[in-house]
């Protein structure tokens, strides 16, 4: 039986979200999270400053067969929420304060990329731009996301 608990239990998961071997023990224990897999989510690139990665726009429509605003936002808050934590490094923890986006244009199939880009790394505050963009490089949306940096309390 596997439980939280269990050494090595998100293994599988995070080789498949292209999460680099040496990030392996800092998510070790919580893995990417059910909504990263469900959304399809998998990592280019991964650090403080930029983190990249790609998500598929089928699965994530709206009603109208195009992405979901909602989507771009899981994707942007996802790229800011992984970058700040890796700022705020052991004992820390990264907290989403603020997020916000703007969609410049629509798709309704392919993948996405996100690109998100460090704006602000301090020591209690990160603020990251991420800029989504479809396979020919148009923008689709560009939002910012804000985290709060504090102590892991036990």
Request: hydrophobic residues 40%; proline residues 3%; glycine residues 14%.
């Amino acid at each position: 039986m596997m439980d939280n608990f269990t050494p090595g239990r998100f293994a599988g998961e995070l080789a498949a979200a292209g999460i680099p071997e040496e990030l392996h023990d800092w998510l070790g224990e919580y893995g990417v999270g059910a909504l990263v897999v469900k959304m399809g989510i998998h990592f280019i690139e991964m650090s403080p400053e930029r983190t990249v990665a790609t998500m598929p726009v089928e699965g994530n429509t709206q009603v109208a067969g195009i992405l979901h605003g909602g989507a771009h936002v899981v994707l942007a808050e996802t790229l800011g929420s992984f970058a700040a934590g890796m700022h705020a490094g052991p004992g820390r923890q990264a907290l989403g304060i603020e997020v916000g986006a703007t969609h410049h244009r629509a798709i309704a199939s392919g993948t996405v990329t996100g690109t998100c880009t460090a704006i602000h790394l301090g020591r209690t505050l990160t603020t990251h731009e991420i800029v989504i963009t479809d396979e020919k490089g148009r923008r689709l949306s560009t939002a910012r996301i804000t985290n709060l940096i504090r102590d892991i309390t036990s």
